[in-house]
């Protein structure tokens, strides 16, 4: 069977007819199920995306910025001063020394990747997959413009920059920075490896050697099954249409998959079709290894 494009950016295997989900096999009578994932099928905001690119880009950033900035312009208009003595004296100096805040930091960091699984599983692909499903319906952005789904990390941006700016104010403890920083080291994180190592949006330098990495390929592989069409839904199959919320569905993390995603591993963990939760996704960081992640002769029953 060819490989759709899906199947190649993320290195997955084609696999056969027969191994197809039964569910994708009887789509209700109306619906399109989805063929090739990377399919150009919904699409943006009609108007925000027949702007040219730039204006798309600027109209963006300036939303964002505007976003993040309200709460400073707010503080400042209602109590200015407030920040008579601005940035505050030695909170660089003691953010920087403190190990305390490094603790607090790298614990926040490590943190909102459970935070992030719950959010994509219950509410990406919940109440608001009708702001994500232009993602599903363009992994590789073959539509140069941005999608509803680029708006998502505001969610996160503006409280925090509300937050940095009552640390700065003097109204919220230190120690509220740290827990800011530590969801911006993720959200970094996040960045470069959802939008560049999985999808390949920015073309950088040297993204290729780190998909090389023997993790990177299982974080990649997982991903590319979150998005493969036969484990999107074992009961409604995948359709590109922001009123169908698809059920189901596999590897909701982002920067940690279990072993059983491993390429040795990942087709017998989608015939299994076992429901996907918090704790049987990070269970294995713990020492609790669902049957694919440390017995393949279990793992292959479902062969």
Same mark, same amino acid.
Not at 86 to 91: A, I, N, T, V
């Given at each position: 069977?060819k490989?759709?494009?899906?199947?190649?950016?993320?290195?997955l295997?084609?696999?056969?007819?027969?191994?197809?989900?039964?569910?994708?096999?009887?789509?209700?009578?109306?619906?399109?199920?989805?063929?090739?994932c990377?399919d $150009? @099928?919904? /699409?943006?905001?009609?108007?925000? $995306?027949d702007?040219?690119?730039?204006v798309? @880009?600027?109209?963006?950033?300036?939303?964002c =910025?505007?976003?993040?900035?309200?709460?400073?312009?707010?503080?400042?208009?209602?109590?200015?001063?407030?920040f008579a003595?601005?940035?505050?004296?030695? &909170?660089v100096?003691?953010l920087?020394?403190s190990?305390?805040?490094?603790?607090?930091?790298?614990?926040?960091?490590?943190? =909102?990747e459970?935070?992030?699984?719950?959010i994509?599983k219950h509410?990406? %692909?919940?109440?608001?997959?009708?702001? %994500?499903e232009?993602?599903? /319906?363009d992994?590789?952005?073959?539509?140069?413009?941005?999608?509803?789904?680029?708006?998502?990390?505001?969610?996160?941006?503006?409280?925090? +920059? !509300?937050? !940095?700016?009552w640390?700065?104010?003097?109204?919220?403890?230190?120690?509220?920075?740290?827990?800011?920083?530590g969801?911006?080291?993720?959200?970094?994180?996040?960045?470069?490896?959802?939008?560049?190592?999985?999808?390949? #949006?920015f073309?950088?330098?040297?993204? +290729? !050697?780190?998909?090389?990495?023997?993790?990177? $390929?299982?974080?990649?592989?997982? %991903?590319g099954?979150?998005h493969s069409?036969?484990?999107?839904?074992?009961?409604?199959?995948?359709v590109?249409?922001?009123?169908i919320?698809?059920?189901?569905?596999?590897?909701?993390? =982002? &920067?940690?998959?279990?072993p #059983?995603?491993?390429?040795?591993?990942?087709?017998a963990?989608? $015939?299994?079709?076992e429901k996907?939760? &918090?704790?049987?996704?990070?269970?294995?960081? =713990?020492?609790?290894?669902g049957?694919c992640?440390?017995?393949?002769?279990?793992?292959?029953?479902?062969?």
């Open positions: 069977a490989a759709s494009l899906c199947e190649q950016q993320f290195g295997t084609p696999s056969p007819p027969s191994t197809q989900s039964p569910a994708m096999a009887v789509a209700p009578t109306g619906f399109r199920p989805a063929g090739n990377c $150009k @099928g919904s /699409a943006s905001t009609s108007w925000f $995306k702007l040219p690119l730039r798309q @880009g600027a109209l963006a950033g300036s939303i =910025f505007w976003l993040c900035g309200l709460p400073w312009i707010a503080t400042a208009a209602v109590a200015p001063e407030l003595n601005f940035p505050p004296p030695g &909170l100096g003691e920087w020394s190990p305390r805040h490094w603790c607090l930091m790298i614990f926040v960091s490590v943190l =909102f459970p935070i992030t699984w719950l994509h509410a990406m %692909h919940g109440f608001l997959w009708w702001v %994500h232009d993602h599903h /319906a992994t590789t952005y073959m539509r140069h413009e941005l999608y509803k789904n680029d708006f998502f990390p505001l969610v996160f941006a503006v409280p925090s +920059s !509300a937050a !940095a700016c640390v700065c104010a003097g109204l919220l403890p230190r120690d509220v920075a740290s827990v800011v920083l969801a911006l080291l993720y959200g970094l994180a996040y960045l470069y490896i959802h939008e560049e190592i999985f999808h390949r #949006r073309g950088l330098p040297f993204s +290729s !050697a780190v998909r090389a990495h023997p993790y990177m $390929k299982r974080l990649a592989t997982a %991903h099954v979150h069409r036969k484990d999107q839904a074992r009961d409604l199959p995948l590109h249409n922001p009123d919320v698809p059920q189901g569905g596999l590897a909701f993390g =982002f &920067l940690y998959a279990p #059983r995603f491993e390429a040795a591993r990942v087709r963990t989608q $015939k299994r079709g996907e939760t &918090l704790w049987s996704y990070y269970g294995p960081l =713990f020492g609790c290894y049957p992640d440390c017995d393949m002769a279990a793992c292959g029953k479902a062969e």
